[in-house]
């Protein structure tokens, strides 16, 4: 019998399980996550070489005029080293890590979960599925703030593949895409992106692109050629929040 549950356990059936549970659902980029990872022995005894939780999320990817949807793993923490689960042993093991400051925000399409693996020598990997909601801290919600005191309002949020030039350490980028519905910015701007990169000191890296309105037959050429988008970088910190609002407008207001 022993050998017959080796070989089930080989391939998942009656082997280790794990169970994550995180201290709270909501988080913020840059915040401290907590929790604890509870695993359950199987039928026979297994030695377990690592415990490890991937931050995911998905974006979408364009190749031959197509789009579709692909997974990247935002960071991976390992939280253990190697041990020996017994049959039915069970074992508490805590953890902390550190959202990273570029975690995509849960607004839109775009998902967040916490994936916890079990790496069995010889086995399948047990593993577990958690959400986060992900929202904004205050610089970023200052942002936002002052963006729709503009007379903007969001029309859509994706993560997308990043061009060379912009990419960092992820493939992807977040864009934030707002058009004017009221204020000085009506009728000037077709729409505003926006995408946040992470600073020095919990600052903010913000990319701009101005979609100024087609004006003119002068206007249609550029639209039709592209040439009406500007792109325009401004760094900010929680120092700048007071004035946020007009650093915003000015910038916008300089390529509009």
């Known amino acids: 019998m022993s050998l017959f549950n080796k070989m089930f356990a080989s391939v998942g059936i009656g082997a280790a399980t794990v169970d994550t549970k995180l201290e709270k659902d909501t988080y913020m980029p840059g915040e401290t996550v907590k929790g604890v990872v509870e695993i359950k022995g199987g ?62 925000l849960s607004i839109g399409r775009s998902k967040v979960w916490v994936s916890t693996g079990l ?6 990997d ?48 977040q864009e934030f895409e707002f058009v004017p519905v009221s204020g000085s910015f009506r009728g000037r701007l077709d729409e505003l992106e926006v995408v946040f990169f992470p600073a020095g000191n919990g600052g903010l890296d913000l990319m701009f692109q101005v979609d100024r309105k087609a004006r003119g ?31 915003i407008q000015n910038v916008i207001g300089r390529y509009s």
């Open 43 to 104: 039928k026979v005894d297994q030695q377990i070489d690592e415990i490890y939780l991937a931050l995911n999320t998905t974006y979408l990817k364009e190749s031959d005029d197509r789009k579709y949807t692909v997974t990247a793993t935002i960071d991976r923490f390992r939280i253990t080293t190697p041990f020996k689960i017994n049959v039915n042993e069970k074992r508490e093991i805590p953890f902390t890590f550190q959202l990273p400051y570029d975690t995509p």
């Open 126 to 173: 047990p593993g577990d599925k958690d959400y986060l909601k992900v929202v904004p801290n205050q610089l970023m919600s200052a942002v936002f703030d002052a963006v729709d005191s503009l007379g903007f309002r969001i029309r859509e949020a994706d993560c997308e593949e990043a061009p060379r030039r912009l990419r960092g350490r992820l493939p992807f980028v």
């Open 119 to 124: 790496d069995i020598k010889g086995a399948v």
């Open 217 to 247: 037959l002068s206007g249609l050429f550029s639209e039709a050629l592209g040439t009406d988008e500007t792109n325009v970088r401004m760094t900010v910190t929680n120092s700048d929040i007071p004035s946020l609002r007009q650093q």
